[in-house]
């Protein structure tokens, strides 16, 4: 029975947790109850929730805000070396990896303990450590919010790029995910242990043949010792994507910056750590009444208690103005800015 209440505090929805009111709230359980709710014709503003991980809610919603609570990981097929594996939407994104990692299946443990659900997976393109989501996807099935129909999603249709895809652009809005399948490997594990972090890591542990369970825990530790865990300190993750510049602006910037890290994509495009740029600008561990920059990582910002949405924004905002003025780089946010729908 689908239960519509009004007035609802999204502050334990959001890791942030940030204080914001949705006019009305429900949450779904089954893709038949999906399917009611955008049936429902008396709600023309309809707004998707996920985990909650990757959003700023600025102000109160005037809309119905859809929580997806879509349940169950099941193997589609196997063989010796692989194994292909539906995760439905609503299942926490940690307790996914950790589920394939004690299962003995490969791939995702380089994406241990990013926070959020799987269903918004896709949406970001998540990555961590030399992995990204795209890397494991083989598709997944949506729904078309104006038509109810039900719709797969192959990994070219996608649309991948770096914290992009599809959804966040041309069809931004326009589907909501219910499952993912992903291809992950059994014996023998191809692992990706080529960021020094966790190379680093492994030798402090005197592992000479890790197994995919090291490398998890490798990485919720440096993790847990970079990032700020939201349970205890509202945050989002990283806040910014890192910048990519081409050839001749990179040229120009390392001349300037000698010292200033960077990572060559192609022949003609770096990235630099939008991290370095913030902390270079004097952010790191600033704090402005109850919005902050954390202390270990510039990348995340913090909600130390009580900061609004707009707290948060008009600090990234001033940000972003800082990089621009003393680099002439633009950075962008990597999370989602989520305001009042306007009818």
């Not at 709600?43 to 985990?51: A, E, H, R």
């Not at 003995?104 to 918004?120: D, H, M």
């Not at 790029?161 to 959804?167: L, M, P, T, V």
Request: hydrophobic share 40%.
């Amino acid at each position: 029975m689908l239960k519509i209440e009004e007035n609802i505090s999204l502050k334990a929805y959001n890791t942030f947790g940030i204080e914001a009111k949705a006019r009305y709230f429900v949450c779904v359980n089954t893709i038949e109850e999906l399917i009611a709710v955008l049936e429902l014709p008396n709600f023309p503003n309809k707004l998707v929730l996920g985990g909650g991980s990757n959003v700023l809610i600025v102000e109160d919603i005037d809309a119905l805000v859809i929580r997806i609570n879509l349940k169950g990981i099941q193997i589609l097929k196997e063989d010796e070396h692989t194994v292909e594996i539906r995760a439905m939407a609503g299942e926490n994104w940690h307790s996914f990896v950790e589920w394939a990692v004690n299962n003995n299946y490969g791939g995702l443990e380089n994406l241990s303990l990013i926070p959020g659900n799987v269903g918004t997976a896709p949406i970001q393109n998540i990555g961590a450590y030399g992995v990204e989501l795209k890397d494991l996807f083989i598709s997944c099935q949506v729904i078309e919010i104006s038509t109810q129909k039900l719709l797969s999603f192959s990994k070219q249709e996608c649309q991948f790029g770096y914290r992009n895809s599809i959804f966040k652009t041309e069809q931004r809005g326009k589907y909501i995910i219910l499952s993912v399948d992903f291809e992950l490997s059994k014996i023998p594990h191809q692992l990706n242990t080529s960021y020094g972090a966790i190379e680093s890591e492994l030798l402090q542990r005197h592992t000479a043949q890790p197994t995919i369970q090291d490398v998890s825990q490798a990485v919720i530790k440096i993790r847990q010792s970079k990032l700020p865990d939201p349970a205890n300190l509202g945050n989002s993750g990283s806040f910014f994507k890192n910048p990519e510049i081409s050839k001749k602006a990179f040229e120009e910037f390392i001349e300037k910056n000698p010292k200033a890290p960077f990572y060559k994509i192609s022949e003609d495009t770096y990235k630099i750590p939008a991290g370095w740029l913030i902390e270079q600008c004097g952010y790191k561990g600033k704090r402005y009444g109850d919005a902050g920059v954390h202390e270990k990582q510039a990348l995340v910002l913090v909600n130390y208690g009580s900061a609004s949405g707009m707290d948060i924004l008009t600090l990234a905002k001033k940000i972003q103005a800082s990089v621009q003025c003393k680099y002439g780089i633009t950075i962008v946010p990597e999370v989602n800015i989520i305001g009042e729908i306007k009818k």
